[in-house]
């Protein structure tokens, strides 16, 4: 019988595979997760072979990757650390062998399976899996996942815009006419560990430059969860000089004059009882330095004087809230735990 306390992470060399280890490892519910290999690495034994940060925190031991051997390890959860033409291969054997999956690629993550097609250019998930797929955003949808089976980590930029807007969006505050920009800024990290010209510390270094214009990965997320058009929102992607974290920076023109008062209960109100969500006094806004290393995000805002433009200013660690921390709060959620277990 498969123990869902039993934790199998495939896919473990990248940064959030990383980082899945260092929370999984230190987590006091899980069993001693096991990291699978999928590059060919057969001679590793033990993570901190590639990650020597980790030792000293507990055997992490790593196996040659295949579905039976997953299956057949009584593990009955898995995290999928892997690209997303692997978590199209991967997600249906393992949830037929049983297992419960979290996959951090974005497979899953739509309603409809050409969107994905679309957007990524890479085959289209099978609808079955689409319709039964839980998009994995704890602050929105915790409802949904103690039953879930597959659990779509939602994508970095994402989570920072979707938790920005979504409270503003459902009480109707919010101007589509006046359009929604959304400008925001990634640490190196959020490009994956593959090498990459543009990535080069020369590069990247003492630089900082948009991409993606019109044509990041992350659009149709933030469009379908926050419920506007894509005509009505301008979303731009931008990469920072620093390893982690995501600034983003939202402008929105409200439906009438509201005061900072107003604004600010309206975020207590729609994030109470959400332990990764920390609101910030009116006025008052977040950095990168207060939330890298951690599973928050926190939300900032200025009004103008005449209470109609609003900004807010959205951090998060990319690595953390924006993936394997997420993924281990929506573990939690999964197996009832208390949310913020390992977290903080």
């Known amino acids: 019988m498969n123990d869902p306390r039993r ?5 473990a060399t990248g940064y959030a595979g990383f980082e899945l280890a260092r929370i999984l490892l230190r987590h006091p519910q899980i069993e001693k997760p096991t990291f699978y ?8 034994h033990c993570l901190t072979e590639l990650f020597p940060q980790l030792r000293g925190w507990g055997e992490a031991p790593c196996r040659p990757f295949s579905v039976d051997a997953v299956a057949s390890s009584g593990a009955g959860t898995a995290f999928l650390a892997t690209p997303h033409e692997a978590s199209l291969e991967l997600v249906s054997p393992l949830l037929e062998a049983g297992l419960r999956v979290v996959d951090l690629s974005g497979a899953f993550r739509f309603r409809e399976p050409e969107t994905f097609a679309l957007w990524y250019e890479l085959p289209a998930p099978p609808r ?14 915790s409802a949904a996942l103690p039953s879930a089976r597959l659990v779509a980590n939602p994508g970095c930029y994402a989570t920072s815009v ?3 807007l979504r409270p503003l969006v459902d009480v109707g505050w919010v101007r589509r006419d006046h359009g929604i920009v ?22 990247v270094d ?3 430059r948009a991409y993606n214009l019109f044509s990041h990965r992350h659009t149709p997320e933030i469009t379908d969860h926050i419920g506007v058009a894509p005509e009505d929102i301008i979303f731009s992607t931008h990469l920072l000089p620093v390893a982690r974290g995501i600034l983003s920076t939202l402008y929105v023109w409200l439906d009438q004059p509201r005061t900072a008062d107003e604004v600010e209960a309206l975020y207590r109100q729609f994030y109470a009882g959400r332990p990764m969500m920390r609101i910030w006094p009116a006025g008052r806004l977040p950095e990168l330095q207060h939330v890298v290393h951690t599973n ?7 009004l ?41």
């Open 304 to 344: 103008d004087a005449g209470g109609e433009r609003l900004v807010v200013v959205s951090c998060l660690d990319n690595l953390g809230k924006g993936a394997a921390g997420q993924a281990v709060q929506n573990l939690n959620a999964m197996l009832g735990f208390e949310e913020a277990t390992a977290l903080r």
């Open 206 to 208: 003492e630089n900082f």
């Open 7 to 11: 934790v199998a992470v495939i896919g």
């Open 162 to 164: 979707i938790l920005s």
């Open 296 to 302: 928050f995000c926190d939300l900032g805002f200025a």
């Open 37 to 44: 290999l999928r590059d060919g690495a057969s001679t590793v």
């Open 128 to 141: 079955t899996l689409l319709e039964q797929a839980v998009y994995g955003l704890p602050e929105l949808y």
């Open 182 to 203: 959304c400008d925001c800024k990634s640490g190196a990290s959020g490009a994956g560990k593959e090498p990459k010209r543009e990535l080069h510390f020369v590069e």
